[in-house]
């Protein structure tokens, strides 16, 4: 790449601690060893995505990918760290320089009902933004939403109707429109077709490739399903409790996964050529994040952990020329 990125993250971290309730500070006022609970979500990432470039980030549930597609658009602060949009550093933007620079980026929800506000009629829920930020004079607001329902697949009349009338897909349609209105350049896709049934999946995958090719989009395309980011994304990010453990081009990480959670997860990804295979899950179940092991955090689960992985936090080095993985077998000891 030589462009810029678009977005950069400088050793991000996200935590967030839960209030002591009135029991717990009374104990603690008696003299109790008692403290908030603070969960480390998000563990020194950093992350650069590329102009018109599908970066996927793939792990278990848990593993704090949506927490970091929320800090990379905006909705959550980062506790540490630096989240920069077109190398400028968010944090340091004015009230009005940091708004412009944040309609660049929109987010994509997993469930196409909850993000929905069920008393707005999709004129509303779709043409609010675009309309209070002056992208799109009143008078042209129908001409403009007609538009950009039928690049998303919608008849132009649904816009009168409420989110209850439609179908799962059509709902994601929706909200894909949404994001779209205030012409974004970048949009995080926080499991965008989790929800939805299999054959409904493909066309949502297949707009969605279709719009960066029309619109020059880049996306951050969340899923715990490397099976479905295969088709969409140039780049493929590996995240556990709260790290990237693997970063690589998809057809190198799925020929060559270097990372042993990164093995476990391709393991259980479906081939037509392997129907006899038993798939099993990856062994054991992911810790805490309000107490995540020390050293690797991989290393209660996986078959390759020695001494140094209970002590030593493993560093995200490059491997080979752009594939990065965080593992002390790759030191050869």
Request: net charge positive.
């Amino acid at each position: 790449m030589t462009a810029a990125p678009l977005v950069e993250l400088r050793q991000v971290s996200k935590r967030f601690s839960k209030p002591l309730d009135v029991a717990e500070r009374l104990a603690r006022a008696l003299g109790a060893h008692v403290s908030e609970p603070i969960v480390h979500a998000v563990d020194r990432v950093d992350l650069e995505i590329f102009p018109r470039e599908v970066v996927g980030l793939v792990g278990e549930s848990g593993c704090g990918k949506s927490t970091l597609g929320r800090v990379v658009v905006g909705l959550y602060e980062p506790s540490d760290g630096a989240v920069l949009l077109k190398g400028v550093e968010r944090a340091s933007l004015g009230k009005e320089a940091r708004r412009r620079a944040q309609l660049t980026a929109q987010m994509i929800f997993q469930d196409p009902f909850a993000s929905l506000n069920p008393r707005l009629k999709v004129r509303e829920i779709v043409g609010e933004a675009p309309r209070v930020h002056g992208l799109v004079a009143r008078d042209g607001l129908d001409g403009f939403l007609d538009e950009l329902m039928r690049r998303v697949g919608l008849d132009p009349t649904y816009k009168r109707r409420y989110p209850h009338q439609f179908s799962g897909g059509q709902r994601q349609r929706i909200g894909i429109a949404r994001a779209l209105a205030v012409n974004p350049e970048f949009v995080v896709c926080d499991e965008p077709v989790a929800a939805l049934d299999v054959s409904i999946q493909a066309q949502i995958i297949n707009l969605f490739i279709k719009l960066r090719e029309e619109l020059g989009l880049a996306y951050l395309f969340i899923s715990h399903d490397l099976g479905v980011v295969e088709h969409i994304a140039d780049r493929i990010l590996i995240m556990y409790l709260g790290r990237i453990v693997e970063s690589a081009r998809t057809e190198e990480l799925f020929a060559a996964p270097n990372h042993p959670y990164t093995q476990a997860l391709l393991a259980e990804v479906p081939r037509l050529d392997q129907r006899k295979r038993a798939f099993l899950p990856v062994k054991g179940e992911i810790p805490s994040p309000l107490d995540p092991p020390s050293g690797c955090h991989f290393h209660p689960r996986c078959p390759h952990a020695m001494e140094r992985c209970r002590r030593e936090v493993p560093a995200l080095k490059e491997i080979a020329p752009g594939r990065l993985s965080a593992c002390h077998l790759n030191d050869g000891t």
